[in-house]
């Protein structure tokens, strides 16, 4: 079994005093933590400050985006080289949020999947379904093609090299967690398309993350599940305490 993963996702929210104050508080909760990874991601304008608080410490830092660009006329974009430059060594990719807000496809996403490990950050790659996807019984097609999308063609030790989060779109800041069969049944569907894209070894190792209402609360009936190898939270990311009471259990 893989290492439990918690990551927290703090959106466009926080600027830099209260990010580094959380920041601070998450290193002095996890001192001596050892039995699980955590990582934050806070927006762009607070990294400097949280990669400075956070140095020495086990907690990992993440962007929550990047472009597939290294450099050049994209205004408004931030790169890989970019964010490893400031400490980073993890980026979010595909949230549902950029998948619906702003356009983007499973190409994109491919490209910036690869552009990430290029840059040697390891990319949280997002996948889900949405509401109406569920009820009409295509979320395992809407997940593999988002997954084939994404992933199709990489190499085991690429494929080896990152991070899946099934975040079902209705589950996502609405309160209403998946059950953990729901969220199992896609994680073993993530975990085959893992497999067919390389072989057991590879597919057991990837770490698959559930995303969507994660609290203190109901955290640990999904992490009994055999294939979900930790959360990315958004909401109960922001406070100390409530992400402390996730990673810590
Ligand atoms: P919530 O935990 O607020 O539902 O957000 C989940 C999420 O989108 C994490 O990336």
């Known amino acids: 079994?893989?290492?439990?993963?918690?990551?927290?996702?703090?959106?466009?929210?926080?600027?830099?005093?209260?990010?580094v104050d959380l920041a601070g508080a998450l290193r002095k909760g996890l001192e001596g933590e050892k039995n699980v990874d955590v990582v934050v991601c806070p927006p762009y304008t607070a990294l400097a400050a949280v990669t400075e608080v956070l140095k020495g410490s086990a907690i990992g830092v993440g962007g929550q985006d990047l472009y597939w660009q290294d450099s050049g006329a994209f205004t408004g974009e931030v790169s890989g080289p970019m964010l490893a430059d400031l400490g980073c060594r993890w980026v979010i990719v595909g949230h549902s949020e950029r998948r619906s807000y702003f356009g983007e496809t499973d190409e994109a996403v491919g490209k910036k999947l690869r552009a990430a490990q290029k840059a040697g950050l390891e990319p949280i790659v997002c996948v889900g379904e949405r509401l109406d996807e569920r009820e009409r019984?295509?979320?395992?097609?809407?997940?593999?093609?988002?997954?084939?999308?994404?992933?199709?063609?990489?190499?085991?030790?690429?494929?080896?090299?990152?991070?899946?989060?099934?975040?079902?779109?209705?589950?996502?800041?609405?309160?209403?967690?998946?059950?953990?069969?729901?969220?199992?049944?896609?994680?073993?569907?993530?975990?085959?398309?893992?497999?067919?894209?390389?072989?057991?070894?590879?597919?057991?190792?990837?770490?698959?993350?559930?995303?969507?209402?994660?609290?203190?609360?109901?955290?640990?009936?999904?992490?009994e599940k055999p294939d979900v190898n930790g959360a990315l939270v958004g909401g109960a990311s922001l406070k100390a305490d409530s992400f402390l009471k996730i990673a810590r259990g």
Request: aromatic letters at 6%; proline letters at 5%; charged letters at 25%.
């Open 137 to 223: 019984g295509v979320t395992k097609e809407v997940v593999g093609r988002q997954l084939d999308g994404a992933l199709g063609g990489l190499t085991k030790d690429e494929l080896r090299k990152l991070t899946v989060a099934y975040e079902p779109v209705w589950a996502i800041g609405t309160g209403k967690v998946a059950t953990p069969e729901q969220a199992q049944e896609v994680h073993a569907f993530i975990r085959e398309r893992l497999l067919k894209l390389s072989d057991a070894a590879t597919a057991r190792e990837v770490r698959v993350l559930y995303g969507g209402s994660v609290t203190p609360e109901n955290v640990r009936g999904l992490m």
């Open 1 to 19: 079994m893989p290492r439990p993963l918690f990551a927290g996702n703090w959106k466009l929210n926080l600027l830099r005093a209260g990010a």
